[in-house]
């Protein structure tokens, strides 16, 4: 089965509250011709998701105030952001925070320390594989 080409009208939230990442992983997404909105935190993530309306959600754990699976929860009772695909970036290894992940829908948990841009584009162009 052919992939899905990335195209400018494939959107991705990105939640990521660690500057840095956020503008490693948003040029990376950019190159390989993704639409990126960053949210700094949960409340942000949550607002852009209902508004921007992505293909995709890429998501941290560690956030500021409401955290990535308190923000997924919320996403996973809103009907119109149920069925988006979440991927988790993150560098907690918790097995009970994957566990509660998978439980709320994410569908791959990516370490930030062995994830690389490029990676991350394929992740975001195949979320269920």
Known sequence: MAQPAASDDYKVLLVEDDSAVAEMCK?????????????????TGLYLAKQFRPDVIVLDIALPGMNGLALLDKMRAEPQLRAIPTLILTNHDDPDIHKRAVELGALKFLAKSKTTADSLAGWVRRPNG
């Open 27 to 43: 040029l990376g997404l950019e190159l390989n011709g993704y639409t990126v909105v960053v949210a700094p935190d949960g409340e």
